[in-house]
C-alpha cells in the first residue's frame, strides 16, 4: 500500500511533468500582479481622500456658525478661508474675505484683544473670549470667539465666531429681573411683613387681655393669630425666593450652597446639596441657568410638596456636561392626572424649560403620588478650553 502510494505522487503526467512542478508559481506572472495590487491600492486611498476632503468641505461650507481659518505667517493675520456663514454675518463674499486682513473685522478698540488671542494660539492654546466684532457697513455686534491652532498647520489658525447678541439680551433680561425680585422682596420685607408682624404681636396682647372674655372672642383671636403666623410664614418664604443671591461675589457653588443650606433652614426640612466631579470643568454660561432653575425648583418643593426632606444633586463631567437632580419625600403628583396647562406647565416651569432647552439640554419631572417627586435636568458637554477674559 505505502509502495503505491508514493509511485502515485511521484509518477509523471503525460507531458513529463510532475503535478507538484505544476502546483509551482510562475515567479514572473507574481512580479508581474504586485504593482497592479499597489495601483488598486493607491487609487482606492486616493479615492477615500477626495471622500474625506469633500466631507470636511461640505461641514465647513454649511455649519451654522462662522468659520474662518487664518494665515499666522503674516503681520497682520490674514484670512485664508471662510464658510458661508461668515459671509451671512459680516457681510462679505468669500472672495472679499479671502486674503483680508482678519483685523478688518474688528473695531480698534478691541484689537489689544485679538492680539493677545494670537499669540496664546500661537504658543498652542485654545483660547475662548467674549468680545465685539463688526460687521461691513460698521455695525458692531458681541461675539464668542473660540480660536485653535490648525492641527495641520502650525502656522495657519481656526476660528469660529457665534453672534451672541440675542444671548446678551437674555443676560440683561436676567439682570433686570434680579434688580427687580431684588426691589419687590426689599418692599415685602419692609412693608407688609413688618404691618404683619405688629398685627401679630397687638393680636398676642388683646388675647391675654381678653381672658376674661366670652369663650368667642378668645377663640376668634386665636384664629387670628394662627392666620397671621401662616401669612407671616408664606411672606418670608416669598422674600426667600425672590432674594437674589449674589453668583459673583460668591461663586456659583458657594451660592448654591447658601441657597439649599437657607431653603432647608427657612422651610424647616433636611436640605442636601451633594456635588461631584470637577467643579472646575462647568461652562460659566451654565451658572446662571443652572441656579435659577435649581432655586425655582426649591421653591416649588416649598410651596407645594410638603417634603421633609430634599436632595440636590449636581455632577460635572470632564467635558463640561452637567446632569442635576432635585428630589423631595414630599406628597408627589400623577402626572396622567395633571390638565393640558398643567403639562405646558405654569410659568415657572415654562421659564425653566425655557433656559435649559436654550443651553441644548433637557428637563423632565417624575413624580407619583405618595412618592415625592424629582426634577431631572441635563445639560450637553462643551469643548474643553481655555478660557481667556476679554473687554
Not at 495641520?152 to 481656526?158: E, Q
Not at 383671636?221 to 397671621?228: G, N, T, Y
Request: glycine letters at 6%; charged letters at 20%; one cysteine or more.
Amino acid at each position: 500500500m505505502m509502495t503505491d502510494q508514493i509511485d502515485s505522487t511521484s509518477k509523471p503526467d503525460s507531458s513529463g511533468v510532475s503535478e507538484a512542478a505544476n502546483s509551482v508559481p510562475d515567479a514572473s506572472s507574481d512580479d508581474n500582479a504586485r504593482p497592479e495590487t499597489t495601483a488598486h491600492r493607491d487609487v482606492r486611498t486616493q479615492a477615500a481622500i477626495r471622500a474625506s476632503e469633500q466631507r470636511y468641505r461640505h461641514l465647513f461650507e454649511n455649519m451654522p456658525i462662522c468659520i474662518i481659518v487664518a494665515d499666522l505667517t503674516v503681520t497682520p493675520a490674514t484670512i485664508l478661508e471662510a464658510n458661508r456663514r461668515a459671509e451671512m454675518v459680516f457681510g462679505y463674499t468669500a472672495a472679499e474675505l479671502v486674503g483680508m486682513p482678519a483685523a478688518q473685522l474688528i473695531p480698534e478698540e478691541t484689537a489689544p484683544t485679538i492680539l493677545t488671542i494670537v499669540q496664546r494660539v500661537q504658543q498652542g492654546q485654545t483660547v475662548t473670549a467674549e468680545t465685539t466684532n463688526q460687521h461691513r457697513d460698521g455695525t458692531r455686534f458681541p461675539v464668542r470667539v473660540i480660536a485653535t491652532p490648525d492641527p495641520t498647520d502650525p502656522g495657519r489658525m481656526i476660528i469660529t465666531v457665534e453672534n451672541i447678541t440675542a444671548e446678551k439680551g437674555r443676560r440683561s433680561e436676567a439682570e433686570a429681573i434680579d434688580a427687580e425680585r431684588h426691589r419687590i422682596a426689599h418692599e415685602i420685607h419692609d412693608g407688609v411683613a413688618q404691618t404683619l408682624a405688629g398685627l401679630r404681636f397687638k393680636s398676642a396682647l388683646w388675647s391675654h387681655l381678653a381672658e376674661a372674655a366670652p369663650p368667642g372672642m378668645r377663640a376668634a383671636l386665636d384664629e387670628l393669630q394662627a392666620v397671621l403666623n401662616a401669612a407671616i410664614v408664606d411672606l418670608r418664604r416669598a422674600i426667600f425666593a425672590l432674594r437674589p443671591v449674589d453668583l459673583d461675589a460668591l461663586g456659583f457653588f458657594p451660592a448654591l450652597a447658601q441657597l439649599v443650606g437657607d431653603f432647608g433652614d427657612q422651610n424647616q426640612v433636611v436640605a442636601r446639596l451633594e456635588v461631584s466631579g470637577p467643579q472646575e470643568a462647568l461652562p460659566a454660561v451654565y451658572e446662571l441657568p443652572l441656579f435659577r432653575v435649581i432655586q425655582e425648583g426649591v421653591n416649588n418643593i416649598g410651596q407645594h410638596a410638603r417634603a421633609s426632606s430634599v436632595l440636590v444633586r449636581l455632577a460635572v463631567d470632564a467635558g463640561g456636561g452637567v446632569a442635576v437632580s432635585v428630589w423631595d419625600n414630599g406628597v408627589g403628583f400623577d402626572p396622567s392626572q395633571l390638565s393640558p396647562a398643567d403639562r405646558t406647565g405654569h410659568f415657572g416651569l415654562r421659564q425653566m424649560r425655557e433656559r435649559i432647552l436654550d443651553l441644548g439640554g433637557t428637563l423632565d419631572i417624575r413624580s407619583a403620588l405618595g412618592q415625592g417627586t424629582e426634577l431631572v435636568i441635563t445639560l450637553p458637554p462643551v469643548a474643553k478650553e481655555v478660557n481667556y477674559a476679554a473687554d
